[in-house]
């Protein structure tokens, strides 16, 4: 009942914004199309760092994976760097898992927040909630960093934990200027639809946030653009641990590239381009990661693990999106 409410919320938008609803509902071809100017060509014309720098914040003592996941996702999808900020019991099991992730155990430092600020010039995208935890020490540490973010106006992808925490404190992005999207499952989204009362509560807090409702169908809603997407591209029936976080790092790096790039979207009607393009970047990491998750499972079946899924990320990418 609360879904079909909030189905017909979002429908009556659609009388205030005629102008755009046949670009509302697009299907994923033309979708497609709009995404594809933004991927950036290997032709040896950018150096290291121009593919991507993303932030990872979370990792902790039980949950040294799910960061790992996000990360190795960022990397594999085109992202050239990736910078994890953890608490200390995690770093060196993040560390142990690949050589190619920069990993910081800052985060239950008494002077975190100090020791982070520097490094965040440094980055495109920040995505903060991969096996965070729920300690409220980290969690006011997270707080805080959310409005340094917000003050450097970094894009930020909020996932798993990091929703508990804005389910909690709402008030927390409030004020952000950036885009922020959103990545919810079923269970966060009901949780984080009755506290804000609907997708209604959730843009009267903040119209930069792109909400992506993961599902047997994920759902995309921009509200800022009256962007409304629905990705039915088949998976498979197993939904292993780790899946969100390889979704999450993945849209990290197309966040990036679709921003870099917002100019090259060429729609014949004034939008936002910069929400636009984190709606594009949801998109294109929704289609990638089911992708990984049919072909890995045509191979492993019920055994498959998410590690599994990162091995077919190259040869999904290159058949949806070419080299």
Request: hydrophobic share 40%; glycine share 8%.
């Amino acid at each position: 009942m609360m879904l079909n409410l909030l189905k017909r919320q979002i429908v009556m938008k659609h009388f205030y914004f005629s102008q755009f609803s046949k670009y509302s509902k697009m299907d994923r071809n033309n979708i497609f199309n709009l995404l594809l100017p933004s991927i950036p060509p290997l032709d040896g014309t950018h150096h290291k760092g121009q593919g991507g720098r993303i932030g990872i914040v979370g990792g902790s003592l039980e949950y040294t994976g799910a960061p790992y996941f996000t990360g190795m996702a960022a990397l594999k999808v085109g992202a050239d760097l990736v910078h994890i900020f953890c608490s200390n019991p995690a770093a060196t099991v993040i560390k142990s898992y690949s050589p190619e992730l920069i990993v910081h155990p800052l985060l239950d430092k008494l002077d975190a927040i100090k020791e982070i600020s520097p490094w965040l010039e440094r980055l495109h995208v920040i995505v903060i909630g991969p096996g965070l935890g729920r300690d409220p020490k980290i969690f006011n540490v997270v707080s805080d960093l959310i409005k340094l973010i917000s003050e450097k106006q970094i894009p930020l992808i909020i996932d798993a934990d990091g929703l508990f925490l804005i389910t909690e404190n709402p008030e927390l992005i409030r004020n952000f200027t950036s885009p922020i999207i959103l990545t919810p499952n079923k269970i966060e989204f009901e949780r984080l639809s009755c506290k804000l009362n609907g997708l209604t509560g959730l843009q009267e807090l903040n119209k930069n946030v792109t909400l992506l409702r993961k599902g047997m169908t994920d759902e995309f809603y921009c509200f800022n653009t009256d962007l409304e997407w629905k990705n039915k591209e088949a998976g498979s029936g197993r939904r292993c641990g780790g899946q969100g976080d390889l979704l999450s790092g993945s849209i990290a790096t197309f966040l990036h590239w679709t921003i870099a790039s917002r100019e090259k979207i060429n729609l014949d009607i004034p939008v936002d381009k910069m929400l636009l393009a984190t709606s594009l970047s949801c998109f294109a990491a929704s289609s990638l990661i089911r992708t990984c998750n049919a072909k890995a499972f045509q191979v492993k079946g019920r055994s498959m693990l998410a590690t599994d899924m990162v091995e077919y990320i190259h040869e999904a990418f290159t058949e949806l999106y070419g080299q």
